[in-house]
């Protein structure tokens, strides 16, 4: 079988891998549609995984193998799922902080999304695969592991009806946010980002409002406006300096959901007595527990997520390198790009 394989920032190449064999509780599908997501970008362009790796989480594929001991999935069955899986009974999981188990990093689906058969190891099949209702496409379905990353971090933080929230960056994460919240009747979607290419989109995807924080200063603008200030921020753009901007636009309570890596600059400066004075809070969120895919595939078939708006291309498999060149051309209107198997 063929996948598309890391090997430097600029070198993807499509080459034959060896297809895993499945043991008797495990799964082979054969890929459909992976979505490229912003941690693989970032994990290319920045060159932080080992040459020769395979990346790709957000799959949908067909089973074409399943092990003798598997009884809730048969040959043909239409499925989607997530990486990792947490072990469910140590300190961090009896806690409910699933993401945090020991056990989560070191499951994985093989060889990665970006291939054309994927092994779903034991624990996958039995607590991370879920099949796609009849109706979606496997593009779609794809967009599963995102929207529930998203689910997952706005469970962070308590969202009411009638809330003002603020998302930082107009990607397809942020556009994703936005809709979760229009979906919990959310007074106000306010949207920034440095690109008018993206927040042009952004209207589609349920902002009330949009700005360019390129042009016009944030802070500024909304004390011109007579704004009130925002009971959530999520910051869904990976600049760590926009933390202490979230924290001034925060109403007094308000909370800043930190829905990015900030492995760039990860060190800034806060004004640290808005915790006690106006009890305002920052919560940290990161990835995806099994408890949010099955909301996340109702939020697809539901319509919440506008799909067809935030797929912007579909590519062979074996044009990974140029999607990734693709998402780095800042003229290019570019959301989300599905690698296609077909
Ligand atoms: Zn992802
Ligand atoms: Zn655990």
């Known amino acids: ?17 060896e297809q895993p064999d499945i043991r008797d509780k495990e799964i082979l599908i054969q890929m459909k549609a992976c979505g490229l997501c912003g941690t693989d970008i970032h994990k290319v ?56 188990c020991p056990e989560f990093k070191k499951t994985n689906i093989h060889p990665g999304g970006f291939a054309e058969y994927i092994k779903l190891p034991e624990e996958h099949v039995k607590h991370l695969l ?7 496409s496997y593009s779609e379905a794809s967009l599963a592991e995102p929207v529930a990353c998203c689910i997952h971090g706005q469970k962070a933080v308590h969202i009411h009806a009638g809330d003002r929230v603020l998302v930082m960056g107009a990607g397809p994460i942020g556009l ?36 360019n924080t390129g042009k016009t200063d944030l802070e500024t603008y909304l004390q011109e406006q007579k704004h009130p200030g925002f009971d ?13 901007q979230a924290m001034n636009v925060l109403k007094r309570g308000g909370t800043v959901v930190c829905f990015s890596p900030f492995t760039i600059k990860p060190v800034v400066e806060i004004d640290a007595s808005m915790f006690f004075h106006d009890e ?3 919560v940290g969120t990161y990835s995806v527990s099994p408890y949010e895919f099955e909301e996340a595939i109702l939020a697809i078939q539901k319509g ?14 074996s044009d990974l390198g140029r999607a990734i060149e693709l998402t780095q051309n800042k003229t290019e209107n570019v959301l989300k790009i599905v690698l296609k198997n077909e």
């Not at 395979?54 to 003798?68: D, F, N, Q, S």
């Open 280 to 282: 305002k809070s920052i």
């Open 304 to 317: 919440v997520i506008n799909t067809e708006a935030l797929i912007t291309h579909e590519m062979p498999l």
């Open 45 to 100: 362009t920045e060159e932080l995984v080992p040459s020769g790796s395979v990346l790709g989480h957000e799959y949908a594929g067909e089973i074409v193998a399943v092990g003798k001991e598997v009884s809730d999935f048969s040959l043909g069955d239409r499925v989607t799922g997530g990486i990792h899986v947490p072990c469910f009974t140590c300190e961090q999981c009896s806690r409910g902080h699933y993401t945090l």
């Open 232 to 244: 959530v921020v999520i910051i869904a753009a990976g600049v760590s300096a926009l933390l202490p």
């Open 176 to 211: 994703i946010h936005s809709q979760l919240l229009k979906n919990k009747l959310v007074k106000e979607v306010v949207i920034t980002d440095v690109s008018d290419h993206r927040l042009n989109n952004a209207h589609e995807f349920g902002a009330d409002l949009t700005i």
């Open 130 to 136: 879920y099949k796609i209702p009849d109706g979606m």
């Open 1 to 17: 079988m063929k996948a598309s394989v890391f090997y430097g920032k600029n070198d993807i190449r499509f080459e034959e891998v």
